[in-house]
């Protein structure tokens, strides 16, 4: 078993990480100024689906095979930048109908369909994916053994970090967009807004290295 001086330790590496704007964070601001708090909040939610699906996978052998193979790397940053980039565009394309629906966003469109998006993106961070590579083996006590289960422990820690940190992002945003849904016209371009911002994140995620920096 991992000590617990070790959780300890990552947890607290991992919150600059998390914390300081990143592909989660700006993908949850966008999610929350386009569909407002409980569509944020759901993405969060997704997305903490999809770092802990990485996390798994990583713990019991992917994170060898991301970190050797640039061409499966390079399938997964393309996969996540071009699903962002489609998020993005749905949302400049329906701003209009999300400022007529803005008294309930979520309900006309699907819980489990936002957080089944917010996976997606959870799933292909090429960021997230490069940290934990990188950074999970680090902390790993070899002489207590479980090695895979050890990083499992410390991708969930990675995970809970990350799902209190964008739901203070998801809140505060959605907080900014109740205030300008005061006007239709107001929070379409909000909801516009939000979906350059995921374009823009998704062009970015383009340019994330294979290498861990």
Partial sequence: MIPTANLLAFGLASIPLIVIPGPSVLFTIGR???????????????????????????????????EESV???????????AYIIFLGIQAIRHRRRKAGAVTAPVARRGAWRTIWEGFVVGVTNAKSIIF??????????????GIPLQMLLLGIVFVIVALLSDSVWALAAGAARDWFARSPKRIATLSATGGVMMIGLGAAVLFVNHEPT
């Fill in 132 to 145: 934990m590579v990188a950074v999970l083996p680090l902390f790993v006590d070899h002489s207590a053994g």
């Fill in 71 to 81: 061409v499966a790397f390079t399938i997964v940053k393309l996969l996540g930048a």
């Fill in 32 to 66: 929350s100024l386009s569909l407002g708090r409980v569509g944020g909040l759901l993405s969060v939610v997704g997305n903490a689906a999809g770092a802990l699906v990485i996390s798994i996978a990583i713990a019991f052998g992917l994170g060898t095979l991301l």
